[in-house]
Structures are given as structure tokens and as C-alpha cells.
């Protein structure tokens, strides 16, 4: 079984800066791909960004033009890291943890609860 514990999220101004944290734990082997997508209200669950073990990273179109988002990783930690810089009431959603990857005896594609990230505009 593999937890993902997200932490990070708040309530910020438009302008503001967050950094979401991700912790895998449990019965993994290896990790893939970590990434984070976002639900905002009504509306689907959307990717924003993922990155490989390796390092290789891919963003959403509606994210790939803002430099000011990026994700990181640290692999000894199996924490993924998503930097938010200059926030918009549009980045208002719920944000989640994804992973990818195997046990010894299973593939693993897991989920965090999800943590909210509110911007005010």
C-alpha cells in the first residue's frame, strides 16, 4: 500500500507565492512519475505538471507559458515539490498528488487527498 501526503496549500493574495509538498511512503520499489493536477469547482480534474525519475519534466499548456511554476522532485525523499509563484484567483482549486510507479509484486498509480490552494483576488 503507498500514502501520498500533500501539505502546502492555503489561502493567499493574487500575487502570492506557495509550495506544495508531496511524501510517498509505503511498499514502493520505484517511482516513475510524481506529478500534480488540479479541480477547481465544476469543473474536471486537470494535469498542471509531472516529472520523471529522471527529471524530465511536462507541463499543461495553461501552465507551460508561466515561468513562474515549476515542479521538482527529490527522489531519496519521494517528495514532489511544486513551486507557485504569482498566483491568480484562476489557480483557485483543489491540488493533488499523483504517482506512478511499482511495488515488488504490483504497479502503483495512487493518489493524495488533495490539497486546497485558494487565491484572493
Known amino acids: 500500500q503507498v500514502q501520498l501526503v500533500e501539505s502546502g496549500g492555503g489561502l493567499v493574495q493574487a500575487g502570492g507565492s506557495l509550495r506544495l509538498s508531496c511524501a510517498a511512503s509505503g511498499s514502493i520499489f520505484s517511482i516513475n512519475r510524481m506529478g500534480w493536477y488540479r479541480q477547481a469547482p465544476g469543473k474536471q480534474r486537470e494535469l498542471v505538471a509531472t516529472i520523471t525519475s529522471g527529471g524530465s519534466t511536462n507541463y499543461a499548456d495553461s501552465v507551460k507559458g508561466r515561468c513562474t511554476i515549476s515542479i521538482s522532485r527529490d527522489n531519496a525523499k519521494k517528495t514532489v515539490y511544486l513551486q507557485m509563484n504569482s498566483l491568480k484567483p484562476a489557480d483557485t482549486a483543489v491540488y493533488y498528488c499523483?504517482?506512478?510507479?511499482?511495488?515488488?509484486?504490483?504497479?502503483?498509480?495512487?493518489w493524495g487527498q488533495g490539497t486546497q490552494v485558494t487565491v484572493s483576488s
Open positions: 499523483n504517482a506512478v510507479g511499482t511495488t515488488v509484486v504490483a504497479g502503483i498509480n495512487s
